[in-house]
């Protein structure tokens, strides 16, 4: 009794331990758990609800996948119960003899695949925002139902403009092409794990992808910030080589492209002057720009964005813009289209402004609120502002010079000869060249050709005359790259965790440098 009272234990698990004593001195194996419980859940009823929870279409928050990579967001009109409902639906249609789980393990099995209703509102759209805190400020019912009735048709608008993207995914027209671009945050070279590199600045790489909205393929244009920015003279080139490219395979009449609501490279002068000397230098007779409400433009560009950069983190170290393009040629099965830029293939639209008068669209119309513009061989002298997106509510605007007629005589932009835009290599801040300098003792030899080849050529700008700063580029070129198809079939410079991808598969890409 004093023992057991000491080690506070009771009689029962003193007579037990004794019956368990084995005369080999070795205690044997505890023997509980080994029935199955009565209630537990089937293989085959786990299964069936997994195979349903999988069924369901998931698509990765865009703003907030870096923090939570792994999570999946289902459609927005869906729930719990309504899942719940379809499984029991679905069970019986196609597993009659299975009997339907309770609603408490299907949420679990939910929850194991981190899955969500609701996207995160992260970079949501200023005018969604101002509404519901005005609706939660409001002192009447009244004037709550008012603000409530403006959010509403804030919100039909943002979704014609979605519905009118998704339309051209439909278009059969064999004379019409439809995109979608988007530039993607800005890639930082190198790329390191160090802590040292996070107090460091480094050189900025810019990926544009251009999606076809009927092929579904995408080709991202891919350069630096010593070979150009990323203004609406960048973009505008981009376009241009993807026409260029698209023509090869047959001509067509129509253009539609859609993007987001960035004055500074989608929605200015600049573009509307290159789509017009397109109207008259090419066999393309309507050109029209739809741009999406801030906050509500989901494009297919996110998507592949989301895949590019969830292969990135897989990654352990970027060196280089070789590191890059061969990340987004490996982030899918399907490899994607690569075409790295240099700072001669930008062209300077800029210049077209000489041979315009530049006239602001008379009220109610204004370039900042307007949802399209419209280009067509019709009306060779000026373009359409729309400011719905059934492009039916339209003011013309008339760039030409003077009051008279239009003739090809007296308004002809593709007589106007585009120069280079950056027929020399952009200067760098100086602070940033220090940094990426000291970023060298963290990158093995073998990788550090890239920004050697950076430092030596900002150096040059610095230290020779302007005239003298630019060396033969042949030579800088052959310094600096190797053969291209080194990008696809020898990845060893970057160190891959999972690389799925077979060597023999090839890819075209451009890959120049000066």
């Known amino acids: 009794m004093a023992f057991r009272n000491v080690l506070g234990v009771t009689s029962r698990r003193v007579y037990n331990a004794v019956d368990r004593v084995n005369p080999t001195g070795t205690p044997r ?27 369901f279409p998931t698509v990765s928050s865009h703003y907030t996948r870096a923090k939570s990579p792994l999570m999946r967001y289902l459609d927005t009109e869906m729930n719990m119960k309504k ?12 597993h009659k003899d299975e009997e339907p789980v309770l609603l408490s393990y299907y949420k679990k099995v939910v929850r ?49 403009g979605m519905k009118a993207m998704a339309y051209m995914e439909k278009d059969n027209d064999p004379d019409t092409r439809c995109i979608c671009l988007d530039l993607q945050q800005t890639l930082p070279v190198p790329r390191l794990c160090t802590n040292v590199a996070y107090y460091k600045r480094k050189l900025w790489v810019y990926n544009l992808c251009i999606h076809n909205l009927k092929t579904k393929k995408n080709t991202f244009y891919v350069w630096d910030e010593m070979n150009a920015g990323r203004g609406s003279v960048e973009v505008a080139t981009c376009i241009a080589r993807w ?22 490279q989608n929605k200015n002068i600049n573009i509307i002057l290159f789509y017009l000397r397109l109207i008259h230098s090419t066999t393309l007779q309507n050109i029209s720009h739809t741009y999406l409400l801030p906050g509500h433009s989901y494009m297919a560009c996110d998507r592949a964005f989301g895949h590019i950069e969830k292969y990135i983190r897989r990654v352990v170290n970027i060196y280089d813009l070789k590191g890059y393009v061969r990340a987004i040629q490996l982030c899918t099965t399907s490899r994607y289209h690569v075409i790295v830029l240099r700072n001669t293939d930008f062209l300077d639209v800029e210049v077209l402004q000489k041979s315009i008068t530049h006239r602001k669209p008379k009220p109610p119309y204004s370039f900042q609120n307007a949802r399209s513009f419209k280009l067509l061989s019709k009306f060779c002298e000026g373009y359409f502002i729309c400011r719905d997106y059934t492009g039916q509510a339209l003011g013309s605007v008339r ?3 003077g009051q008279a007629r239009y003739t090809r005589r007296m308004f002809d932009l593709s007589a ?13 801040q100086p602070g940033k060249m220090q940094h990426l300098q000291q970023l060298l003792d963290f990158i093995p030899n073998v990788n550090q050709p890239y920004l050697q080849f950076i430092i030596r050529k900002q150096q040059e700008l610095d230290n020779t005359e302007e005239d003298d700063s630019t060396q033969d580029e042949d030579e800088d070129h052959l310094e600096y790259d190797s053969d291209s198809e080194d990008i696809v079939d020898d990845p060893q410079p970057l160190q891959y965790e999972d690389n799925s991808v077979s060597e023999d598969e090839s890819d075209d890409l451009h890959l120049t440098q000066e």
């Open 83 to 94: 899942m719940f409902f379809l499984y029991k639906e679905w069970l019986f249609d196609n």
């Open 112 to 160: 194991g695949f981190r899955l969500g209703f609701k996207p995160p509102s992260t970079d949501t759209c200023s005018k969604c925002d101002r509404y519901e805190v005005s609706k939660k400020d409001a002192s009447t019912e009244e004037e709550a139902q008012g603000i409530q009735a403006q959010w509403d048709e804030h919100l039909s608008f943002a979704k014609k």
């Open 416 to 428: 106007v000869q585009l120069p280079q835009k950056y027929p020399k290599i952009r200067r760098l």
């Open 243 to 264: 026409i260029d490219d698209e023509l090869k395979e047959g001509s067509f009449t129509t253009l539609k492209v859609f993007s987001d609501n960035c004055g500074g």
């Open 399 to 401: 760039l030409m010079k």
């Open 29 to 55: 194996h505890d023997r509980r758990g080994k029935h199955v419980p009565k209630h537990a859940m089937s293989l085959s009823r786990k299964n069936l609800v997994e195979c349903h929870v999988k069924s």
